[in-house]
């Protein structure tokens, strides 16, 4: 038996967090959805978790918070936290295919599969966090676990996404993503599975998902 003189593998550091970029929506009634309470309670929290976390985040919302200026934004960022409505595409209400569902945005503007994947990929984009309602559905038929709007970041150049699995409650999620941010280390350590397991861990306290849903419901796909 012969040993190879072979350098020993070396595994790069994962590339830092320095930009973010946040979009808050809460286009309520135009998109036939009912106005969120917390949006700004939860946005206030990651704005200021970045800000202590050394990474400098911008953020959209209002009249900027629209298709065109999220995708160009996102190609500019290393993390993107989205906050607002997840939805089925309006004109497929009652479709059973994550392929249609979206991010409602304002001006009655959205950002679905088909905007994420028909554009370049997103080359410095490393993390995403969509704090929203059904933005990572599974299809329980499909070997993958078929394809939403969370998983077409993955897609598109993201090394990893945080969504979610069913409707989660915004006042919950607020919870959530404030203690996410914390075991986090403000947002650079998002990409640590074992953050996102301590966040859950501790608020659960011992309580189950049936009893918590909207804690259980954040998953992390990494690729």
């Not at 309470?37 to 900027?64: D, M």
């Not at 065109?68 to 295919?97: I, M, P, Q, W």
Request: contains cysteine.
């Amino acid at each position: 038996m012969y040993a190879l003189d072979l350098p020993g593998e070396t595994v790069a550091e994962p590339r830092k967090m320095r930009s973010a970029l946040l979009v808050k929506a809460n286009p309520g009634r135009l998109h036939g959805t009912r106005p969120l309470a917390f949006v700004n309670t939860e946005a206030t929290h990651v704005l200021a978790a970045w800000t202590g976390a050394g990474i400098e985040g911008r953020s959209l919302e209002h009249t900027e918070a629209i298709r065109e200026r999220v995708l160009g934004a996102l190609r500019e960022v290393d993390l993107f936290h989205f906050v607002g409505h997840g939805a089925t595409r309006r004109e497929l209400r009652g479709s059973n295919d994550r392929w249609d569902t979206e991010l409602l945005l304002e001006e009655g503007s959205s950002l679905s599969v088909e905007d994420i994947l028909s554009g370049e990929p997103f080359q410095g984009l490393r993390g995403v966090v969509l704090s929203a309602c059904e933005t990572a559905l599974v299809e329980p038929m499909a070997r993958s676990g078929g394809l939403s709007i969370g998983h077409s970041f993955l897609l598109r150049g993201a090394e990893f996404v945080i969504a979610t699995s069913r409707s989660i409650e915004d006042a919950e999620a607020v919870r959530f993503v404030e203690t996410l941010y914390e075991r986090a280390a403000g947002g650079k350590n998002l990409g640590d599975p074992a953050s996102l397991a301590k966040t859950q861990r501790d608020l659960l306290g011992g309580q189950s998902c049936h009893a918590r849903p909207t804690v259980c419901a954040y998953r992390m796909w990494v690729q």
